[in-house]
């Protein structure tokens, strides 16, 4: 009786800790879930605010536009419908407060109320026209054409290069700006970061003394554990102002203060990932090295960074991966202009800072909030992507060592 | 004859010149640690008062002090770790004691390496998600302690996995023979001689979730609140956001930098405190086993 109740206690208590040990897996596919079940929705809205329309006049052969030429018909880019594929017609644009350019107070009633059947004259009488209005003006004798939005395809969203979410009348989704901003600040660090890197690895794994590289490694791994927030913070105060003087530009905030910030914070994964590697390397090769006249120096450069290639590389990789997702020091840093960088020394905006900055504005399940969670859903494929090349440089590492 | 002692000349030259490089690197990189430490130190220990930790911020955050943004981390902290250690721990007497080798163990494994690679802002979006929005939790301690808890999960289980390995298997033989349980001998044996280890671990997790931002952005933080949480349902403010508005966007940079500084010394100095609490526990209980 006694044993029974007490391999069952065993029992219970092995399905408590094999649940615990599902935790992490049940998060992994719960953060999956839920950003692809909130990005998702995206792709399957029109992007106009909700409760506004765009109409034309009912003669017109245009029906159907793309978010994009939308905006370049409100930006004036765009002022003939031939250019859309209608006829040879001046566009002509239309918002709900230019009524009173064309009636008078009078002509629209006490209150506006004959606002409604004015919109429709107007959209009836100008063949020209695309007016943008709530759809609280429509009533049943509307006789213009409600225009079709084209929802945002994934190309679209991966290659516009307008990201202008909150623009009117239509919001313009294109994450590529953000994309790049991402890649320059983080290759800009790992370029800075991974020759200073190396050399302290060099150094703490082959050249220094057991007592300095036991009072060293702490201290660079204390790097590792200062809040992003504190960075960004140092950035702002020291580094930025820096480098407006250096350059002599209008503001500092720029894509090279992001990759100096990142830089700084990189550093103590790559050194520990790739000093971890060359300790590995065994002491036989080296010794026969030494042993055949090569001088220590020859021997780190011909045998041991050779031999720690791969463990280097995947430190650089991991490296990369963490300043990719980095947020909060680079949002502060980098001045958060939403364009397509052409140069280190001007703002950018990558994605994490985006959705940090954006989504305490964007009203829950909007299609604001929902491009921030198709952004998160890039941002976790990059970093997953990232973590599986390096696990697939680690385990070629270790195949060729047995 | 001269050629090769002037190889031999050169091969030492440039090796002279590398290591050179190579040392001045390291310390370098070194200095860049006592550079930030000591520009934060300088500028914020003026700040640092009993006023500073105890009242409320004042006059739009430029005066007074920081204490709810203290007591809100306190609360972060410990929701967070009520979560996540003892999941953690259990994840990983489970991994380290239980399972055997085998393809369960390696997908395990592999989940948590990705959970540790996930950025902290997909996080902040998921704790939206799913604690703030989908079980309705709202904006509140319980929801950003919960995020925050999962992030550090991977790193409470790499900790403790590590202890347990420690941990030398003639101990678990020993158990084992005289009759005792798996269990039994997981709890009364080899727990209680890795969990010096394992408290390291406890202590570098609350040192990273105090410090985390993007986490608690969407999740529990408020921008000012010059009260205390009175429940786990209710707002905070906490030390890390606090110093990001300030810095960034307050009613007046100029005159909350000083504040700004204070906070980001505090910040450090948990920081601080919880790595060199950890590395000193971990050399005394080091030294300690190895004379068993």
């Known amino acids: 009786m006694k044993t029974n109740f007490k391999q069952i206690k065993e029992k219970v208590i092995e399905s408590i800790l094999m649940l615990s040990s599902a935790a992490t897996s049940i998060t992994v596919i719960l953060i999956i879930f839920f950003l692809f079940i909130e990005g998702a929705g995206v792709f399957t809205k029109k992007p106009i605010e909700k409760g506004f329309l765009l109409a034309v006049n009912n003669s017109n052969p245009v029906s159907k536009l793309d978010p994009s030429q939308i905006k370049d018909i409100f930006d004036q880019k765009i002022t003939n419908w031939s250019d859309l594929g209608g006829k040879d017609v001046p566009i002509v644009l239309f918002r709900s407060g230019d009524i009173t350019d064309y009636y008078s107070e009078e002509e629209l009633g006490e209150n506006f109320a004959n606002f409604p ?22 009533n049943e004798e509307f006789k213009g054409k409600e225009l079709d939005i084209n929802k945002i395809t994934v190309y679209k969203f991966l290659s516009d290069e307008e990201w202008f979410p909150t623009a009117e009348p239509v919001a313009q989704m294109g994450v590529k700006p953000l994309i790049y901003g991402t890649l320059w600040v983080s290759l800009g660090a790992i370029l800075l970061a991974l020759p200073i890197a190396l050399a302290a690895a060099i150094y703490l794994s082959e050249i220094a003394k057991k007592r300095t590289r036991n009072l060293l490694k702490p201290l660079i791994e204390l790097l590792a554990g200062i809040p992003s927030v504190v960075y960004g913070f140092f ?18 905030e720029t894509a090279l203060a992001g990759s100096v910030v990142l830089a700084i914070m990189a550093l103590p994964t790559i050194i520990t990932i790739s000093e971890d590697a060359m300790r590995n390397t065994p002491r036989a090769m080296k010794e026969a090295s030494l042993a055949l006249g090569a001088s220590h120096w020859q021997t780190i450069y011909k045998v041991v960074i050779p031999y720690s290639a791969s463990g280097i590389t995947a430190g650089a990789i991991l490296g990369i991966g963490r300043a990719i997702g980095e947020t909060m020091a680079v949002l502060m840093v980098t001045g958060n202009a939403a364009v397509i960088p052409s140069s280190f020394l001007a703002p950018i905006r ?53 | ?108 494994k592999q989940m948590t390496n990705n959970l540790a690679g996930v950025p902290s802002i ?58 005792a349980s798996k269990w039994e001998t997981t709890s009364k044996i080899v727990f209680p001689i890795a969990f010096p280890n394992i408290i390291t671990g ?8 105090s410090g985390e931002t993007a986490p608690i952005l969407f999740t529990v933080a408020a921008y000012f609140l010059p009260k205390l949480p009175t429940s786990i349902f209710d707002q905070a403010m906490a030390l890390p956001y606090h110093l ?27 920081v601080l405190i919880s790595n060199l609490l950890a590395n000193a526990l971990r050399k005394y209980y080091g030294k300690k086993v190895k004379m068993n």
């Open chain 1, 350 to 402: 990558t994605i994490p800072a985006t959705i940090a900055a954006e989504l305490g504005e964007a009203p829950n399940g909007g299609l604001h909030y929902e491009a921030l969670f198709a952004l998160g859903c890039i941002l976790f494929i990059i970093t997953f992507g990232i973590n599986m090349l390096v696990e697939v440089v680690t385990n070629r590492n270790s195949q060729k060592k047995h």
């Open chain 1, 235 to 252: 950035g702002l105060v020291v580094i930025v102002p820096l480098i407006q003087d250096l350059f002599n530009l209008p503001v500092g």
């Open chain 1, 117 to 138: 059947d004015k919109i429709n004259e107007l959209i009836a009488n100008t063949p020209g026209i695309i007016a943008f209005f709530s759809d609280k003006y429509v």
């Open chain 2, 122 to 179: 997909v996080f902040g979006l998921f704790g939206m998600a799913l604690f703030v929005n989908k079980l309705e939790f709202g904006d509140s301690i319980l929801a950003g302690g919960l995020t925050l808890g999962l992030l550090v999960l991977p790193v409470i289980i790499r900790t403790t996995e590590e202890s347990l390995k420690a941990v030398d298997d003639t101990f678990r033989q020993a158990s084992l023979g005289l009759g």
């Open chain 2, 1 to 108: 004859m001269s050629t090769e002692n002037n190889l031999a000349k050169k091969k030492r030259r440039s090796q002279k010149i590398a290591f050179g490089i190579f040392t001045a690197t390291s310390y370098a990189i070194v200095g860049l640690l006592f550079v930030i430490l000591a520009f934060i130190v300088i500028n914020g220990i003026g700040v640092i008062s009993w006023e500073f930790i105890s009242a409320m911020p004042e006059n739009g955050m430029t005066e007074g002090g920081i204490f709810p943004a203290i007591v809100g981390t306190l609360c972060l902290v410990l929701v967070s770790m009520v979560f996540a250690f003892p999941v953690g721990v259990l994840a990983a007497i489970y991994m380290n004691e239980y399972v055997k080798d085998g393809w369960p163990k390696k997908i395990i």
């Open chain 2, 202 to 209: 406890l202590i570098l997790s609350i040192g990273r979730v």
């Open chain 2, 244 to 270: 990001y508005v300030i810095a960034t966007s307050g009613t007046n940079i100029e005159k909350s930098r000083a504040m700004a500084y204070g906070t980001a010394l505090i910040l450090i100095i948990i």
